[in-house]
């Protein structure tokens, strides 16, 4: 006897029924849910955008205060719990490793193509279909883009520093241009070769932090700047002509025992004789370095013992060595290159080989520190800078910082891609332009698909002006029109508060900032669109 399992015809159809509608809302209700959030993020930051956009406060956890209107540091300073959300602050973080400017643009561009997404998956069109034009789209405002760049020469230092200009405008720090520009294109230029480089390494530029004086007092240095004091316990020099340094990461100290272990004495004589041989321990380590002909020791920081007593440092002080302790151990590879010489792992291995040299080693004051200038070092020696940042308190000095880093990478993305588009919306718009022209000549759902991305470019224009106090709506509407005319570089004067030619103005960026933004944020959204279900796992 076989009994079938199946329920009848009518029963089993109702119930499939039920179940696929159940999915299929399950999956608009995903969507919507992932979309809506990472559109929450993108609206946190837009208000944040472009020369006269805000500043946000930030207060971390441990009651720290931030202020700033970098992209990338909000971003990372938000403490986001959805997971379609947090693929916007990796988004923006991307886009800083990237081009380390336009991380509100990129944010705000997703958000955008994501409310457009809405509309589409409204009209019942579906979501890899919405994803696949997005991409062709995508691929037709690169190729756009190309079009309106225009080729920069790196021995062109009046474009470059207009670039970084750029950069700064929308900083807390922005009255400080014209002081930190130089300085950005003059330390990039300086660690790459403007003929054959093709990108550049931007550990090779150190930023050293001091407070005190205001940023005007910048400076870069063609050396190293060491923020440590010079040991003083044993009376030692404070300037060093012809130096000749060495990098140590021994110490200069007796010998401890193992943790486990420990040595009772118990006679007068026994202790004597200890410390006798502790001091000639010391003595034949300090004998050692000076007969290499060092006269500079800069001593890595120890975490087990002392990297040097005090009995070594009036050894060395009275053989006219200046030493420098508590070097952090990221900095002994930056050290190293700058100086040419080899980090130093044991006092047997202590030869004049290994000595790096400089002309000149002082100790300098600085607002109300001190800090240690290496100066001098021979052309040949590895290619590094080092810029000391100044700052009254300690907001505007973080803020000062980042806003270098910012100047850094502008000039970096032009070593990289060397080309250069006009600002102030004008890119976004022209492609908003061109592309809603190429939407027309597509059919079917891909038309409505890549208009929608079209217009979605336009909050770059639209923000800026609301942004800058100017009516949105006209604005955007005459530079359309601008466009429509043939005003390829016609842009958003936020200064002037009207439509101007943007490139005359001397408002430019990389390329690489533009089409790094359009790329990553689409890419972003396309991932977005094609989430169905989210699966929380222990």
């Given at each position: 006897l076989?009994v079938?399992?199946?329920?009848?015809?009518?029963?089993?159809?109702?119930?499939?029924?039920?179940?696929?509608?159940r999915?299929?809302?399950?999956?608009k209700?995903?969507?919507?849910?992932?979309?809506?959030a990472?559109?929450?993020?993108?609206?946190a930051?837009?208000?944040?955008?472009?020369?006269?956009?805000m500043?946000?406060?930030?207060q971390?956890s441990?009651?720290?205060?931030?202020i700033?209107n970098?992209g990338a540091?909000?971003?990372?300073q938000?403490?986001?719990?959805?997971?379609?959300?947090?693929?916007?602050?990796?988004?923006?973080?991307?886009?800083d490793?990237?081009?380390?400017d336009?991380?509100t643009?990129?944010?705000?561009i997703?958000?955008?193509?994501l409310s457009?997404?809405v509309?589409?998956?409204?009209?019942?069109?579906?979501?890899?279909t919405?994803?696949?034009a997005?991409?062709?789209?995508?691929?037709k405002?690169?190729?756009?883009?190309r079009?309106m760049?225009?080729?920069?020469?790196l021995?062109?230092?009046?474009?470059?520093?207009?670039?970084?200009?750029?950069?700064l405008?929308?900083?807390?720090?922005?009255q400080?241009?014209e002081?930190?520009?130089?300085?950005?294109?003059?330390?990039?230029?300086?660690v790459?070769?403007?003929?054959?480089?093709?990108?550049v390494d931007?550990?090779?530029?150190?930023?050293?932090?001091k407070?005190?004086?205001?940023?005007?007092?910048?400076?870069?240095?063609?050396?190293l700047?060491?923020?440590?004091?010079?040991s003083?316990?044993?009376?030692?020099?404070?300037?060093?002509q012809?130096?000749?340094?060495?990098?140590i990461?021994?110490?200069?100290?007796?010998?401890?025992?193992?943790?486990?272990?420990?040595?009772v004495?118990?006679?007068?004589?026994?202790?004597?004789?200890?410390?006798?041989?502790?001091?000639?321990y010391?003595?034949?380590?300090?004998?050692k370095?000076?007969?290499?002909?060092?006269?500079?020791?800069?001593?890595?920081?120890?975490?087990?013992?002392?990297?040097?007593?005090?009995l070594?440092l009036?050894?060395?002080?009275?053989?006219?060595?200046?030493?420098?302790t508590?070097?952090?151990?990221?900095?002994i590879?930056?050290?190293?290159?700058?100086?040419?010489?080899?980090?130093?792992?044991?006092?047997?291995?202590?030869?004049?080989?290994?000595?790096?040299?400089?002309e000149?080693?002082?100790?300098?004051?600085?607002?109300?520190?001190?800090?240690?200038?290496?100066?001098?070092?021979?052309?040949?020696?590895g290619?590094?800078?080092s810029?000391?940042?100044?700052?009254?308190?300690?907001?505007?000095l973080?803020?000062?910082?980042?806003?270098?880093?910012?100047?850094?990478c502008?000039?970096?993305?032009?070593?990289?891609?060397?080309?250069?588009?006009?600002?102030g919306?004008?890119?976004?718009?022209?492609?908003?332009?061109?592309?809603?022209?190429?939407?027309?000549?597509?059919?079917?759902?891909?038309?409505?698909?890549?208009?929608?991305?079209?217009?979605?470019?336009?909050?770059?224009?639209?923000?800026l002006?609301?942004?800058?106090?100017?009516?949105?709506?006209s604005?955007?509407t005459?530079?359309?029109?601008?466009?429509?005319?043939?005003g390829?570089?016609t842009g958003?004067?936020?200064?002037k508060g009207?439509i101007?030619?943007?490139?005359?103005?001397?408002?430019i960026?990389?390329?690489?900032?533009?089409?790094?933004?359009?790329?990553?944020?689409?890419?972003?959204?396309?991932m977005?669109?094609?989430?169905?279900?989210?699966?929380?796992t222990?």
């Amino acid at each position: 006897l076989i009994v079938s399992a199946m329920p009848p015809d009518g029963a089993g159809g109702k119930s499939d029924r039920n179940k696929s509608f159940r999915e299929k809302t399950k999956e608009k209700d995903v969507r919507l849910s992932n979309i809506h959030a990472a559109k929450a993020v993108s609206d946190a930051v837009r208000t944040s955008l472009g020369p006269k956009g805000m500043d946000k406060m930030v207060q971390t956890s441990t009651g720290e205060i931030l202020i700033t209107n970098d992209g990338a540091t909000i971003m990372k300073q938000m403490e986001v719990l959805h997971p379609a959300a947090k693929i916007l602050v990796e988004l923006s973080k991307s886009q800083d490793i990237e081009a380390g400017d336009g991380t509100t643009t990129v944010v705000v561009i997703a958000g955008s193509l994501l409310s457009a997404s809405v509309g589409l998956l409204e009209k019942g069109i579906h979501p890899t279909t919405i994803s696949e034009a997005f991409q062709r789209a995508e691929v037709k405002a690169q190729e756009i883009l190309r079009e309106m760049a225009t080729p920069v020469d790196l021995r062109d230092r009046e474009s470059i520093l207009k670039a970084a200009n750029i950069a700064l405008a929308s900083k807390v720090v922005s009255q400080n241009s014209e002081v930190l520009a130089p300085i950005a294109v003059d330390a990039v230029l300086r660690v790459a070769d403007p003929e054959l480089a093709t990108n550049v390494d931007l550990h090779d530029i150190k930023v050293i932090k001091k407070l005190g004086g205001t940023v005007d007092d910048t400076e870069m240095v063609d050396g190293l700047v060491f923020t440590q004091r010079l040991s003083r316990k044993g009376g030692g020099p404070s300037r060093i002509q012809n130096a000749k340094i060495a990098l140590i990461q021994f110490c200069i100290s007796p010998p401890k025992t193992d943790i486990e272990n420990q040595i009772v004495v118990s006679d007068y004589n026994q202790m004597d004789r200890i410390l006798r041989e502790e001091r000639m321990y010391l003595l034949n380590m300090c004998k050692k370095i000076h007969k290499n002909g060092c006269n500079v020791l800069l001593i890595q920081k120890s975490i087990l013992r002392d990297a040097v007593t005090d009995l070594a440092l009036h050894f060395l002080a009275k053989m006219g060595i200046l030493v420098v302790t508590d070097i952090e151990r990221e900095d002994i590879e930056f050290i190293s290159k700058t100086l040419n010489c080899l980090p130093i792992a044991n006092i047997d291995s202590f030869v004049p080989e290994k000595l790096g040299s400089a002309e000149l080693v002082e100790e300098v004051t600085v607002g109300e520190g001190k800090v240690v200038k290496v100066t001098g070092i021979p052309a040949s020696r590895g290619k590094t800078v080092s810029i000391l940042v100044r700052g009254s308190n300690k907001l505007v000095l973080d803020e000062a910082e980042r806003s270098l880093h910012d100047a850094l990478c502008v000039v970096r993305c032009l070593v990289k891609e060397r080309f250069l588009v006009a600002g102030g919306s004008a890119p976004e718009m022209e492609m908003s332009f061109r592309l809603g022209e190429w939407a027309n000549t597509l059919t079917g759902q891909e038309q409505y698909c890549v208009r929608a991305f079209a217009e979605a470019l336009e909050v770059i224009p639209s923000t800026l002006a609301e942004n800058a106090g100017l009516n949105p709506i006209s604005i955007v509407t005459d530079l359309r029109n601008r466009h429509a005319k043939g005003g390829k570089t016609t842009g958003i004067n936020v200064r002037k508060g009207m439509i101007t030619d943007i490139l005359e103005e001397g408002v430019i960026q990389p390329l690489l900032v533009n089409s790094s933004a359009i790329s990553l944020a689409t890419e972003s959204v396309r991932m977005i669109l094609k989430i169905d279900d989210i699966r929380f796992t222990r």
